[in-house]
């Protein structure tokens, strides 16, 4: 156990593990980070009820269609919204698209394993033998690149998966500003400790796909594979978008001879609490299309805040990725906090010499990020 404490006393975020030890989150505890955290994760909140209903429609009524022209619309199609959407005045679900491929792209969790099974090659192979016949357009394509239309299966299942998850953190996001606006969050450890039970009482809701193709009903994803929310959608979420995400075009370069994107995708750091905030609005850029869709539903005292700062809300995006940084560190908080070998607070010598190693173990991770400049 000496080793083990004069360990963490020389780990660069030393401070972060005895907060964490403390009760204390990665995100220090101030009433202005309070009121900024609920207020983008009451936005934050709106914003994942829209991409997830759409994630969620396009799975399952836009299934195997090649050119989906109006997947956005949710099967409401009219001119009013046509034009809304010309303008640019609507929810980006393109992000909602982004955060789905990382998924897809990183992997992990048991959904991962189960879309290259062959459980799920014969019921993919069964549903797509059902929507194909006939079709002169998807027959020939199917025979002549055999792996495309399952290929798009496993990607509808990832629409469908990260719509159930989301589905889950919106309601989470919205229970916790209610109880806000009731007095009941006054600081950051309640903040954390209520996505954490939201975490808990949904750990084993499982995940299923299914459609209906030709009025017939065709499990993709069925309920006894045992998927479930936590393990094998929470967990690999935060692995891909928190941590390693994508690097962003425009930033750095994809020359293979540039070297300036890692060859190993498990060593990627440009998930959202790397980002540096400030390109936050620049074209190209995924997030920006994320800080856009929650300007829109900004709490007013939130945006009462920035509009006191020097600039006002001149750079209001960078401002709210700001603040969306903090929140996810609240929410990794959570996830650290769940994910735990053993309960922090143990006096157990063992147990808290191998929550000491799980604790360092991310705090390497956390080297590069913004961890610092969230609590300066």
């Known amino acids: 156990m000496t080793n083990t404490i004069l360990k963490c006393k020389n780990h660069p975020l030393s401070v972060y593990i005895n907060r964490l030890k403390s009760g204390q989150a990665?995100?220090?505890?101030?009433?202005?980070?309070?009121?900024?955290?609920?207020?983008?994760?009451?936005?934050?909140?709106?914003?994942?009820?829209?991409?997830?209903?759409?994630?969620?429609?396009?799975?399952?009524?836009?299934?195997?269609?090649?050119?989906?022209?109006?997947?956005?619309?949710?099967?409401k199609i009219?001119?009013?919204?046509?034009?809304k959407f010309w303008w640019h005045d609507r929810i980006n679900y393109e992000y909602a698209?982004?955060?789905?491929?990382?998924?897809?792209?990183?992997?992990?969790?048991?959904?991962?394993?189960?879309?290259?099974?062959?459980?799920?090659?014969?019921?993919?192979k069964a549903v797509i033998d059902a929507k194909i016949t006939g079709n002169l357009?998807?027959?020939?394509?199917n025979q002549?690149?055999?792996?495309?239309?399952?290929?798009?299966?496993?990607?509808?299942?990832y629409y469908s998966a990260l719509g159930q998850f989301w589905r889950v953190m919106s309601d989470i996001f919205m229970t916790l500003s209610d109880k806000y606006d009731q007095g009941k969050i006054t600081s950051i450890p309640q903040v954390v400790d209520h996505?954490?039970?939201?975490?808990?009482?949904?750990?084993?809701?499982?995940?299923?796909?299914?459609v209906n193709v030709k009025s017939k009903h065709y499990e993709i994803i069925p309920e006894s594979v045992g998927l479930t929310f936590l393990t094998d959608t929470a967990v690999p979420y935060v692995e891909a978008i928190f941590f390693r995400g994508t690097p962003f075009l425009g930033t750095v370069s994809y020359n293979a001879q540039a070297q300036q994107i890692d060859h190993e995708q498990s060593r990627f750091?440009?998930?959202?609490?790397?980002?540096?905030?400030?390109?936050?609005?620049?074209?190209?850029?995924?997030?920006?299309?994320?800080?856009?869709?929650?300007?829109?539903?900004?709490?007013?005292?939130l945006l009462e805040v920035y509009q006191k700062t020097n600039r006002g809300t001149d750079n209001l995006r960078v401002k709210?990725?700001?603040?969306?940084?903090?929140?996810?560190?609240?929410?990794?908080?959570?996830?650290?906090?769940?994910?735990?070998?053993?309960?922090?607070?143990?006096?157990?010598?063992?147990?808290?010499?191998?929550?000491?190693?799980?604790?360092?173990?991310?705090?390497?991770?956390?080297?590069?990020?913004?961890?610092?400049?969230?609590?300066?």
């Not at 995100?27 to 209903?53: F, Q």
């Not at 009219?78 to 034009?83: A, E, Q, T, W």
């Not at 357009?137 to 394509?141: A, H, I, K, V």
């Not at 609490?273 to 709490?299: E, K, S, V």
Request: charged share 15%; aromatic share 12%.
């Open 320 to 376: 709210i990725c700001q603040t969306f940084q903090k929140s996810m560190f609240c929410v990794t908080t959570a996830a650290l906090l769940g994910l735990a070998p053993h309960p922090l607070d143990t006096e157990n010598p063992e147990e808290q010499a191998a929550n000491q190693a799980y604790l360092e173990a991310w705090m390497d991770r956390f080297l590069t990020s913004q961890i610092q400049e969230v609590n300066s």
């Open 269 to 301: 750091t440009y998930g959202a609490l790397y980002a540096d905030p400030l390109p936050i609005g620049g074209a190209g850029i995924p997030p920006t299309l994320l800080m856009q869709d929650m300007r829109h539903f900004l709490p007013d005292y």
């Open 144 to 157: 002549l690149f055999p792996e495309f239309l399952p290929d798009m299966v496993r990607q509808q299942a």
């Open 195 to 210: 996505i954490l039970s939201g975490l808990v009482a949904a750990a084993n809701l499982p995940i299923t796909y299914a």
């Open 26 to 75: 990665l995100l220090k505890d101030t009433p202005e980070n309070v009121l900024e955290v609920v207020g983008i994760l009451k936005s934050y909140g709106i914003v994942l009820d829209a991409y997830s209903k759409n994630l969620i429609y396009i799975a399952e009524h836009q299934f195997l269609e090649l050119f989906p022209f109006f997947k956005y619309f949710n099967g």
């Open 78 to 83: 009219s001119l009013g919204k046509l034009l």
């Open 137 to 141: 357009m998807l027959m020939p394509l």
């Open 97 to 124: 698209e982004y955060c789905m491929r990382g998924m897809l792209w990183h992997g992990g969790g048991g959904l991962d394993k189960y879309l290259d099974s062959p459980e799920f090659q014969q019921l993919a």
